[in-house]
């Protein structure tokens, strides 16, 4: 099973940027599409983006024309560039493949705290 690590979050203002990185064991290219999530305090994890084997990419409406999701898979990385960021983004950020597994699947990562804060 593909390990995933999550890096690249931080503090961050509002309308600053941040490039998060999802990192993988083992080869992403058998897994068609992978995706970014996020949690933030008290609600549900929700899907921000995802993106095929080759290169198709899809938003959530919060995000869209903000964020860019991409993947090297060469590399096995996954990228999710992040502008004009908002407070409501703050959130607990994770990448999974899509469809998401259950919360309760290992293969989720310790994810990556982005805080947008003043």
């Known amino acids: 099973q593909v390990q995933l690590v999550e890096s690249g979050g931080g503090l961050v203002q509002p309308g600053g940027s941040l490039r998060l990185s999802c990192a993988a064991s083992?080869?992403?290219?058998?897994?068609?599409?992978m995706a970014w999530y996020r949690q933030a305090p008290g609600k549900q994890r929700e899907l921000v983006a995802r993106i095929t084997t080759y290169g198709i990419k899809n938003y959530a409406g919060s995000v869209k024309g903000r964020f860019t999701i991409s993947r090297d898979n060469a590399k096995n990385t996954v990228y999710l560039q992040m502008n004009s960021l908002k407070p409501e983004d703050t959130a607990v950020y994770y990448c999974?493949?899509?469809?998401?597994?259950?919360?309760?699947?290992?293969?989720w990562g310790q994810g990556t705290q982005v805080t947008v804060s003043s």
């Open positions: 083992g080869s992403i290219f058998s897994i068609n599409v």
């Open positions: 999974n493949g899509y469809p998401p597994p259950s919360d309760i699947s290992d293969s």
